[in-house]
Nanobody, 125 residues
Framework: QVNLVESGGGLVQAGDSLNLSCAAS????????MGWFRQAPGKEREFVAT????????SYSYAVKDRFTISRDNVKKVVYLQMNSLRPDDTAIYYC??????????????????WGQGTQVTVSS
């Protein structure tokens, strides 16, 4: 079993920045991909970004590309999401995800076996 704990969410104004982090614990030796999804009120969960832990490969959704940056500590199995130029439509619960396989390109929720509890990000206009 792998446990994921997110931190760094909060309430900010449009244009501000936030940095989310997620630490994995448990059977982390089998984790080779980590990333983020989000779910806004009344909407389906959507892909944000993923990162391979074996290479420099990363993937982003079109909605956040060029504003968000995913990074990770391969040894500690920690993943970060630096979010810049935040907009009200970025408001959502952000979930950390992990799996034993990295899927390049747009990822799907079913691609990830492990999920965190989520951290709320609220962007006011």
């Amino acid at each position: 079993q792998v446990n994921l704990v997110e931190s760094g969410g909060g309430l900010v104004q449009a244009g501000d920045s936030l940095n989310l982090s997620c630490a994995a614990s448990g059977r982390i030796s089998d984790i080779y991909a980590m990333g983020w999804f989000r779910q806004a009120p009344g909407k389906e969960r959507e892909f944000v970004a993923t990162s391979s832990l074996l290479s420099s490969s990363t993937s982003y959704s079109y909605a956040v590309k060029d504003r968000f940056t995913i990074s990770r500590d391969n040894v500690k199995k920690v993943v970060y999401l630096q979010m810049n130029s935040l907009r009200p439509d970025d408001t959502a619960i952000y979930y950390c995800v992990a799996d034993d396989t990295y899927h390049p390109g747009i990822a799907y929720a079913a691609d990830f076996a492990f999920w965190g509890q989520g951290t709320q990000v609220t962007v006011s206009s």
